[in-house]
């Protein structure tokens, strides 16, 4: 039973912070706010993605065993170890994820249909033969498409009416493939031989330090770009989170080369008080630029080129 729920991977459920954008974004721009109903929704609704997450993992769990045993740190998962009944597992998975939904069709339909898009990213992540983390640059591509399903999550648990801009959901993509591809780099740099990286995960069969190097800096920039876009069309304020924005991407960047990295386990970041406390600063400058005006920034960040 220890073992089952371990799969599960409760700890993970810090990842539902990147629901939280979804949910504050909106509300900062809505005149009617039902609070009782937001509050019931937000409650089911972060049940509804723990649980699809959870069922997700379990499938990563089951499927990665083979490999996971050639990991340092991953061998020792109940899986790996033997301690799980695979057939009890797959009931895990598929209980696991009716619940989510069930739940999920509490909310709202478009809640119900991103929640059981978040499950079937993990089929297409996990499931031959599709199984897009054995391919490069897809594995990193696919796998944090969940960041903007979770921001759309958060989005739905509030509002029905409102429609979430695209390109805050690019950039949101694309900082999760920026913490995804460092946590590639930081697990590839700590096996330290391709032979055994590429047995471990195949898409390290086609990458090296320097391509996963590169594969940042592009994640990064589009983030950014895209990022930028948002803030120019929607909120222009919060340009003056963005050195804080830039601190924390900086630190975390840092924390990818440390040995035994928390970027490999992301539930463990709360551990590294710099990144928190750059978290936190950052989070509570643009929680404060969402609702405070700035009107002279309209001002100066309009364009003065003009076609003739």
Known sequence: MKAHLAIARFDHSIKNVFVLP???????????????????????????????????????????APFDRLHPSKRHRPVAQGTVLPIIGFAQWLLMMLAGLLVAALISKSFLYVNATLWLMGCVYNIPPLRTKDLPYLDVLSESLNNPLRLLLGWYMVTSTLIPPLSLLIAYWMIGAYFMALKRLSEYRQIADAATASAYRRSFAYYSSQSLLVS??????????????????????????????????????????QHESAVQNPEKLYRERGLMISVATYVGVSLVLLWVDIPFLSTFFTSTLRRH
């Open 22 to 64: 979804g949910i504050v974004i909106p509300l900062s721009v809505s005149s009617v706010i039902n609070t009782r109903l937001i509050a019931r929704n937000v409650v089911l609704g972060l049940l509804a993605v723990t649980l699809i997450a959870c069922s997700n993992y379990v499938l990563n769990e089951l499927l990665d």
């Open 216 to 257: 940042v800096v592009f994640y990064a920039s589009a983030s950014m770009l895209f990022f930028g876009a948002f803030l120019m069309r929607y909120r222009v304020e919060l340009i003056c989170s963005f050195p804080f924005l830039a601190v924390t991407m900086a630190i975390y960047f840092h924390l990818a080369f």
